[in-house]
């Protein structure tokens, strides 16, 4: 990955989840910062500033499409990677990842171990 440190920034409400990728993206030489409620998602993006946004779009509570626009809508973020990761079947991550203009999408039932070289493809 080269001798700069990424930054993950991973929004899930699901703890097993969220630590498990956490876990794989560390040891794999990602910094991680964690978000397991949508609320204050924008300010945690604006002062974190991570490459990535790790985002499970199936979250209760979460305005999925309102938050997926206000990011994309933002200078400041034009860079962020967007990465749509849910249980949600394949080609509704596909339709909703090509709708709302995010870069890729990761289903929770994939085999986890691979996430962090899916993330190094944006890199």
Same mark, same amino acid.
């Not at 691979?114 to 890199?123: G, V, W, Y």
């Given at each position: 990955?080269?001798?700069? /440190?990424?930054?993950?920034?991973? #929004?899930? @409400?699901? !703890?097993?989840?969220?630590?498990?990728? +956490? %876990? &794989?993206?560390?040891?794999?030489?990602?910094?991680?910062?964690?978000?397991?409620?949508?609320?204050?998602?924008?300010?945690?993006?604006?002062?974190?500033?991570?490459?990535?946004?790790?985002?499970?779009?199936?979250?209760? /509570?979460?305005?999925?499409?309102? #938050?997926? @626009?206000? !990011?994309?809508?933002?200078?400041?973020? +034009? %860079? &962020?990677?967007?990465?749509?990761?849910?249980?949600?079947?394949?080609?509704?991550?596909?339709?909703?990842?090509?709708?709302?203009?995010?870069?890729?999408?990761?289903?929770?039932?994939?085999?986890?171990?691979?996430?962090?070289?899916?993330?190094?493809?944006?890199?």
């Amino acid at each position: 990955m080269g001798g700069e /440190r990424r930054k993950v920034m991973i #929004l899930d @409400d699901n !703890i097993i989840n969220l630590m498990i990728a +956490e %876990d &794989l993206l560390v040891s794999h030489g990602y910094d991680v910062v964690k978000l397991s409620a949508p609320h204050g998602c924008m300010a945690k993006l604006d002062y974190e500033v991570p490459d990535v946004l790790l985002i499970d779009v199936s979250m209760p /509570r979460l305005a999925s499409d309102d #938050l997926l @626009d206000t !990011i994309r809508a933002a200078p400041e973020h +034009e %860079d &962020l990677v967007i990465v749509l990761y849910s249980d949600m079947e394949a080609e509704k991550l596909e339709k909703i990842c090509h709708d709302k203009d995010a870069n890729g999408y990761f289903c929770k039932s994939m085999d986890m171990a691979k996430l962090p070289e899916f993330i190094d493809r944006f890199f």
